[in-house]
């Protein structure tokens, strides 16, 4: 397990968190990677996974995508290979990623790994996410400014990269050293020697990805079907105006419509979706009765959280609520509402095993709901 060190979480949000950056040096004591080179180009291989290779040779940048069959052609000059999502596929990188989860589940999105050679980088950018990058083997130099106007410039379609930024960071990072760098603030990583670094990016929806979601949402579960009404029609000197009124009375509709319980399900269910979302194959995927899970809970047997698996759920307010809702992949799942608290526990743990026995007897609810969880891959028994 990795475990945060010299880092005040509370500070650390009041006066950092979105606001500066901030380099933790040996954030991670005694830091060992959970995968290696070879690891990150055998994942670069499967048509699954997003991944790239940025290099550069002289003053010439190439961006190739995988999947890879020949790895090798595309390393050339100064390189780097990045793999996104890969705490979907390695249980040790999701470990990972989890030691940031003082930040909501929600807003986690992925962990991008790359490998780099001497020299390489991707060139100075602006990010419009939050991200936390761990050094692993090696040591990178991080030149980290502060938000303002920049020249954006394109040496490849499929890279963007800025002039002109007055680092206020300028450190060499060793293994188990962290950097954050707050969204929209201009940073430049170069490797001065072969390196591992791994990347905590968190998800930040623009109204645009919102609002094309709920629309989605609302058509597929037939929801927001009230349609206009003007009773107080009065006449006008030009058809074609539309009366200041008459514009209130639609923001009033969408008002309304973002005060509704279906608003808040759509939030979680949104919010629970990974931009890489994954695909579990189900001839992969060992299936279990009621019975069977009943007995390994009895018995005490662990439970594993599939890598990348998160859960949400929106916060109940209303005391007329009798089921406790959750949201995995987009999927709800509901249970009685006296089985939140065991069900939380059950989420919230990478690695659960059932404490009181008799619980499995006395909540049905609650050993469906593991059979289910497990069958759908999101879990799976030790055994």
Known sequence: MYSLNNIDIKQFLSQYWQKKPLVIKQGFADFIDPLDENDLAGLSQEPS???????????????????????????????????????HFIPEADELMRAFDFIPHWRMDDLMVSFSNKQAGVGPHLDQYDVFIIQGKGSRRWQVGLPGNFESVRPHKDLSQITGFEPVIDQVLLPGDIIYIPANHPHNGEALEECLNYSVGFRAPSQQEMLSSLADYAIDNELFNERYTDKELVLRDFSGEIKLQEVARFRLMLQQLL???????????????????????EQDIQQFTDQEIAEKLKTGVQFFRSPGIKAVFVEQQSSSIQEFIFYIQGEAFSVPLEDKELVIDFLNCPIFHLKN????????????????????GYWYPDD
Not at 53 to 82: M, R
Not at 265 to 272: D, E, I, K, M, R
């Open 49 to 87: 996974v997003d991944s790239r290779i940025v290099s550069k040779t002289l003053e010439s940048w190439q961006v190739s995508h995988g999947p890879f069959e020949d790895i090798n052609q595309y390393c050339l000059g100064a390189w780097s290979l990045l793999v996104q999502s890969v705490d």
């Open 259 to 281: 005060e509704t319980d279906q608003f808040s399900n759509w939030t979680a269910q949104f919010l629970s979706q990974s931009v890489e979302k994954q695909e579990f194959e």
């Open 357 to 376: 026995a008799n619980v499995y007897q006395s909540s049905i609810f609650f050993t469906q709901l593991v059979t289910t969880l497990v069958n759908s």
